[in-house]
C-alpha cells in the first residue's frame, strides 16, 4: 500500500513540475516574441490589415475597437495556409481607441498541427504575458475559420 501511495505521489509531483516547466517555457517563447515585436521589428511599422486606423469595431472577448498587423503579405490564395513565421497582431482597443493588451497569432513549424501551428499569445497593454501557448479559449473560437488557416480577419481573403 505505501508503495502504491509513493508511486502515484510520484506520478502527480512529475505532472505537476511537467506542466510548471511548460507554463514556464511557453512564457519564455511569449516575452521572445513580445520582444521581437516591439523591439526588433516593431508590429507599427508592418502592414496594417485594415484601411481605418482608427480600429475597427470588435466583439467578445475584447476590448471594443481593434487594429490588425500582419508582418508577412498575405497567402496568395484564398483559405491557403500562412508561411510558417508569419505573426499577426491584434491591437485590442477601449471605446475611446486606447490600448488596452495585444493578441498575437504566430505561425511556428511542428508546434500544434491540430490547430494550424499557431502560438497564441494574449499580453497586457504594458506586454505582460497573460496567457499564452495552446490557448484553448482562441483555439476554440479561431477553429470556425479552421478552413482559413484559422485566420478571421481579411488578411488571409485577398
Known amino acids: 500500500m505505501k508503495r502504491l501511495l509513493l508511486f502515484f505521489a510520484l506520478i502527480l509531483t512529475g505532472g505537476v513540475t511537467a506542466t510548471l516547466?511548460?507554463?514556464?517555457?511557453?512564457?519564455?517563447?511569449?516575452?521572445?516574441l513580445w520582444r521581437q515585436i516591439t523591439e526588433e521589428s516593431p508590429y507599427s511599422r508592418w502592414h496594417h490589415v485594415d484601411s481605418e486606423v482608427s480600429g475597427q469595431k470588435s466583439g467578445a472577448p475584447y476590448a471594443p475597437y481593434y487594429r490588425i498587423y500582419a508582418r508577412e503579405a498575405p497567402p496568395?490564395?484564398?483559405?491557403?495556409?500562412?508561411?510558417?513565421?508569419?505573426?499577426?497582431?491584434?491591437?485590442?482597443?477601449?471605446?475611446?481607441?486606447?490600448?488596452?493588451?495585444?493578441?498575437?497569432?504566430?505561425?511556428?513549424?511542428?508546434?500544434?498541427?491540430?490547430?494550424?501551428?499557431?502560438?497564441?499569445?494574449k499580453y497586457t497593454a504594458d506586454g505582460q504575458v497573460e496567457e499564452a501557448g495552446k490557448v484553448r479559449k482562441c483555439i476554440?473560437?479561431?477553429?470556425?475559420?479552421?478552413?482559413?488557416?484559422?485566420?478571421?480577419?481579411?488578411w488571409a481573403q485577398r
Not at 511548460?22 to 511569449?30: H, I, K, R, V
Not at 490600448?99 to 502560438?119: C, P, R
Request: one cysteine or more; glycine letters at 8%.
Open 76 to 121: 496568395k490564395a484564398k483559405g491557403a495556409p500562412a508561411d510558417y513565421g508569419t505573426v499577426l497582431v491584434r491591437e485590442n482597443l477601449s471605446a475611446d481607441k486606447r490600448l488596452q493588451g495585444v493578441t498575437v497569432m504566430y505561425k511556428i513549424e511542428n508546434y500544434n498541427s491540430d490547430a494550424g501551428d499557431w502560438f497564441w499569445a
Open 21 to 32: 516547466l511548460f507554463a514556464a517555457m511557453t512564457d519564455s517563447q511569449a516575452q521572445k
Open 140 to 154: 476554440g473560437c479561431h477553429s470556425f475559420a479552421a478552413g482559413n488557416d484559422y485566420i478571421f480577419d481579411r
